[in-house]
């Protein structure tokens, strides 16, 4: 493919790939072409470069949406990143002034708190978990993490991960007795692991509507494959 040919994609690359295939045919027999290989190009090398040139501009845009989030977050508001999860393209997290702001808001009165997760909000396909509790009958959410592991090839990455975030709160005051979630084990495991440590009192639910779920999934047979062993473990601490 000529350096025209590539130019003239770059310059078209909002286009469909298809619509500037048939735009760079009709256009082979114009001068700027006439040296070119329009007559012989085909569709994939048009897509191919398509590609190509699309990709690394969705690449530096998340870049950027990236950088944008850790300046927002950093502004003098009252949130702060939690250094420990701030890998590009992978982990984002940071606490809120409900956590920060110590005079308002005594972290001994947070005794009990709720982990709640999103997935498939935003254009990046983050994950979106958030760590709320109730304060003088109030929910105020306490902490945040985006999340997106897919392209990490490693044991217990997602895992690993959340244990760092709970850990980082933990460090920083967040001592809960009682820690509730859905029925995600990697959740389960890394609250235990985090919130546990010196505190003999812990405890963990998991949320009455996805437990229900999940047995009568169990019961009914809707579900198949590797979904049964997370649907038995939350059924057996329903049943505790």
């Given at each position: 493919?000529?350096?025209e040919?590539r130019?003239?994609?770059r310059?078209?690359n909002?286009l ?5 295939y ?20 085909t569709?994939?090398?048009?897509y191919n470069?398509w ?11 998340a870049?950027n949406d ?8 950093a502004?003098?508001?009252g949130f ?17 002034p409900?956590f ?9 009165k ?5 982990v709640?997760s ?13 760590v709320l509790?109730?304060?003088?009958l109030v929910?105020?959410?306490l902490?945040?993490?985006?999340l997106?592991?897919?392209?990490l ?9 959340l244990t760092?975030?709970f ?10 007795n ?9 959740e389960?495991?890394a609250?235990?692991?985090a919130?546990r440590t010196d505190n ?5 639910h998991l ?8 047995i009568?999934?169990?019961?009914t047979?809707?579900?198949q494959g590797?979904?049964v ?12």
């Amino acid at each position: 493919m000529t350096e025209e040919v590539r130019n003239y994609i770059r310059a078209q690359n909002r286009l469909a790939p298809r619509q500037i295939y048939q735009n760079l045919i009709q256009m082979a027999n114009e001068p700027e072409f006439e040296k070119t290989d329009l007559h012989t190009i085909t569709r994939q090398q048009v897509y191919n470069y398509w590609l190509s040139i699309t990709k690394s501009e969705w690449e530096r845009d998340a870049a950027n949406d990236f950088r944008s989030a850790q300046l927002l977050v950093a502004e003098p508001c009252g949130f702060r990143l939690i250094d420990e999860l701030q890998e590009h393209g992978v982990s984002l997290a940071f606490v809120t002034p409900c956590f920060t702001n110590q005079e308002k808001y005594n972290r001994a009165k947070m005794t009990e708190v709720f982990v709640d997760s999103t997935f498939g909000t935003n254009k990046h396909g983050y994950e979106l978990y958030c760590v709320l509790t109730e304060y003088d009958l109030v929910s105020i959410p306490l902490s945040y993490l985006l999340l997106d592991t897919r392209g990490l090839h490693e044991k217990c990455k997602r895992g690993r991960r959340l244990t760092q975030w709970f850990a980082a709160l933990r460090n920083a005051g967040l001592k809960p007795n009682t820690v509730h979630t859905d029925k995600d084990f990697a959740e389960v495991t890394a609250a235990s692991i985090a919130f546990r440590t010196d505190n003999s009192g812990y405890n963990h639910h998991l949320c009455l509507w996805h437990s229900l779920r999940a047995i009568d999934q169990y019961i009914t047979g809707k579900v198949q494959g590797r979904g049964v062993d997370s649907i038995r473990v939350s059924i057996q601490w329903t049943l505790r």
